[in-house]
């Protein structure tokens, strides 16, 4: 985090959040010590050490932080609204790459992993398919690589499809696409309306979707799988987003040292700074090379079981439509 990112902020959450200084501790002091636990997973008698204080100190200088960035990220994720879905990003209009094909495309959705400390009797239900507890979170983000939505808390052992199931029956404020408008989704889930998946392999043929997969001594066979190549590279910005958030926030890659409460609210805070570093425009050369590179894999994210096909859903004819009117679009100006 630049000087002038970490002077506004310690701005921010004295004056809009409530962090407020101590006879001994600036807000200063007490946010530095937070973001050394959150950005580089240090343990409380280290960060004492470091200081100068003793490690009471530090543990309720670090629950007061955490209070303030949770106010604040409810201020910088923000749900958005049926209105705001309809509008078009810029970003995306200037982006000849997926303009004017997917102009439904109001965000990405994927899943990803974050390790957490369970009680012994939880830890079936949080064992996820990499051999350790964890969350499944859900996240959308935008095509500015905002996060836009949080399913957090999820079991690890959750299938993909099952967290955006609950969030969209338990979630009120779950922002459903407006009609003609739609997420990009991967393999794992059913193209269903409001989110558009690419096509997948059956048992008769194979159709490749994953990025590593096209390459030059791979060409493309057919318009399906142009189709996919051109949705996996959109898709990938949820992947980007993972990737940046993860790297710059080691407590969420590393042996968690929080219970499951404290754990979770590090996942939505630490993405609630994600988004105010990005918004607030300071230079971090993390967001700037991934706005770059459009291919970049977040190994982390909960990838699918299979890319085999899906049962299709009622409305899936609504989004069929919709998929092969983009085909035919990207077929006629970028078949090669």
Request: proline share 4%; net charge neutral.
């Amino acid at each position: 985090m630049s000087l002038d990112c970490f002077v506004t902020l310690c701005r921010i959450l004295q004056t809009d959040y409530g962090l407020q200084p101590t006879l001994n501790v600036s807000i200063e002091e007490s946010v530095a010590m937070f973001l050394r636990i959150c950005g580089h997973n240090e343990v409380q008698r280290d960060v004492g050490l470091r200081f100068g204080r003793n490690q009471e100190t530090v543990k309720r200088k670090f629950v007061e932080v955490l209070t303030a960035v949770k106010l604040l990220t409810c201020d910088y994720i923000k749900t958005p609204t049926s209105k705001e879905l309809l509008r078009i990003p810029e970003r995306l209009q200037l982006d000849q790459r997926y303009w004017p094909y997917f102009s439904g495309f109001v965000g990405a959705i994927d899943l990803v992993h974050v390790c957490v400390k369970v009680k012994p009797t939880l830890q079936g239900m949080y064992w996820n398919r990499h051999d350790r507890t964890s969350f499944n979170i859900m996240a959308i983000c935008d095509v500015n690589m905002l996060f836009t939505y949080v399913r957090n808390g999820a079991p690890g052992s959750c299938h993909d499809t099952a967290v955006l199931a609950m969030a969209q029956q338990n979630d009120s404020e779950f922002p459903m696409p407006p009609e003609d408008k739609y997420y990009v989704v991967d393999s794992g889930y059913p193209n269903k309306k409001g989110f558009l998946a690419p096509y997948r392999s059956s048992r008769n043929r194979v159709v490749r979707y994953h990025m590593s997969q096209f390459t030059t001594n791979h060409p493309l066979r057919n318009k399906h799988e142009l189709f996919n190549r051109w949705h996996a590279s959109l898709r990938s910005v949820i992947e980007r987003t993972f990737g940046v958030w993860k790297k710059k926030w080691r407590i969420l890659c590393e042996f968690p040292r929080y219970n499951i409460e404290v754990q979770k609210r590090v996942v939505t805070t630490t993405m609630g700074l994600h988004n105010f570093i990005r918004i607030s425009k300071f230079s971090y050369e993390d967001f700037a090379e991934a706005m770059g590179h459009t291919e970049i894999t977040n190994t982390d994210v909960a990838t699918d079981l299979a890319d085999v096909e899906v049962a299709e859903v009622a409305d899936g004819d609504f989004m069929t439509n919709i998929r092969e009117n983009i085909v035919n679009m990207l077929w006629e100006d970028k078949n090669p």
